[in-house]
């Protein structure tokens, strides 16, 4: 099979960096266009994502896909140029607390613009979109009953349901869960944050829910591999899978890793005490004591300006599970399943290390290395 031509939208963010990053390094591709608003030289990579991007191989485009005639300039390409054989979304407004006015057209509007722009050209389509579409404590399959529980995925649902609609857009949607890896900020990294946060108060860290709360995960490099598998095959038109990994992770598998990372002990509230207390001034004690004890570590390392912030949303507080099936892509044939089975503490450590040697992470909150013996006990 000849390789791809591809177009990356969003390519400068977490997601979007690796798959340029695993590509090149795993010779998958011809040519990448990325596209995204922030340049690369603005996005904190580190310098193996600032070499891939200055790969020949490589070019970049700035333009924000919410307008349907940049879209449609985005798309074109001039006649010497290779066409694009496959379009990878993973652009889109994924801050939570934003408004539904933001998420319509910074999300919804922005991938169905660019899903018509890519049927009009016969491209393939793949839509990175939200594994938290159901939170009860089973697994779920991708057959089963939606009911999205943040404010993402619920209009990554809406993006989903209108695929269908959009005439002869060849798609797959791949529902992603916790997505980590270097360069994450925004997945496993707030409760790395935290665990720093609490080496440096001393303090055992008190975490709200239960040790059993299901908080699956992927790294970024299966995802990768994962979107670079079902690219070309004929059974997967259509179709929408869930990518994770084998661990079955919870908060307490989670925190277990993460305090012996960073030699503090974890106390889970339970599911009583946690509902009984205010989720509002819950929220606002935590953000309030982590934030005052970051900025007072990053002052005294000189730290100016970092994008990591152990500020929490609400969202993050409640207590849903996530809880993927992956059995669907899994049995794809060929297919050679997750190659990071679960988060181990050198993967969670790589990304801090990769962060530090940037310096945007103080060395002094850095992770010892972990012992076998960890200290987890839930609040009676």
């Known amino acids: 099979m000849p390789k ?90 994924t801050k939570s ?6 998420y319509h057209q910074g999300l919804f509007r922005l991938s169905v613009n660019c899903a018509i722009e890519a049927a009009l050209r016969k491209m393939k389509y793949i839509e990175l979109s939200s594994g938290n579409m159901n939170s009860l404590n089973r697994i779920h399959k991708e057959s089963d009953p939606v009911h999205p529980w943040t404010s993402v995925a619920k209009w990554k649902r809406k993006v989903e349901e ?72 004929d059974d997967t038109k259509g179709q929408i899978y869930n990518l994770v990994d084998c661990a079955d992770s919870t908060q307490g598998s989670i925190w277990k890793t993460l305090s012996a990372m960073f030699g503090i002990k974890v106390d889970f509230m339970g599911n009583l005490r946690s509902r009984l207390s205010d989720m509002t001034k819950a929220t606002k004690e935590f953000n309030d004591k982590h934030m005052a004890a970051w900025a007072e570590v990053l002052k005294e390392e000189d730290i100016v300006n970092t994008p990591l912030c152990p500020h929490i949303d609400p969202e993050q507080f409640v207590h849903k599970h996530l809880r993927l099936d992956g059995v669907k892509i899994r049995s ?20 801090v290390d990769d962060y530090i040697g940037m310096g945007l992470f103080p060395s002094s909150l850095a992770p010892i290395q972990p012992a076998d013996d960890v200290s987890v006990r839930r609040i009676q």
């Open 332 to 351: 794809l044939e060929p297919y050679m399943g997750v190659c990071v089975t679960f988060p181990r503490a050198k993967h969670l450590k790589e990304i």
């Open 162 to 233: 209108e695929l269908p609609n959009i005439l002869n857009l060849d798609y797959t949607i791949i529902r992603l869960p916790i997505v980590y890896g270097r360069g994450d900020r925004t997945g496993l990294m707030p409760r790395i944050l935290e665990a720093a946060v609490y080496k440096r108060l001393g303090k055992t860290k008190k975490v709200r829910w239960g040790a059993n709360l299901r908080i699956h995960t992927v790294h970024v490099h299966d995802v990768a591999r994962a979107i670079f598998h079902v690219r070309a095959r």
């Open 4 to 93: 791809s031509h591809v177009l990356l939208l969003g390519g400068t963010g977490f997601i979007g960096r690796n798959i340029v990053y695993y590509w090149l390094k795993e010779k998958k591709v011809e040519s990448i266009v990325v596209v995204d608003k922030v340049p690369p030289e603005l996005a904190w990579m580190n310098q193996a994502h600032r070499d891939a991007f200055n790969d020949p191989r490589v070019e970049f485009k700035s333009a924000n896909l919410v307008f349907p005639e940049v879209c449609t300039e985005v798309f074109d390409r001039r006649d010497c140029d290779p066409k694009f054989d496959l379009v990878v979304n993973c652009a889109g407004e």
């Open 97 to 102: 607390g934003q408004t539904d006015a933001i």
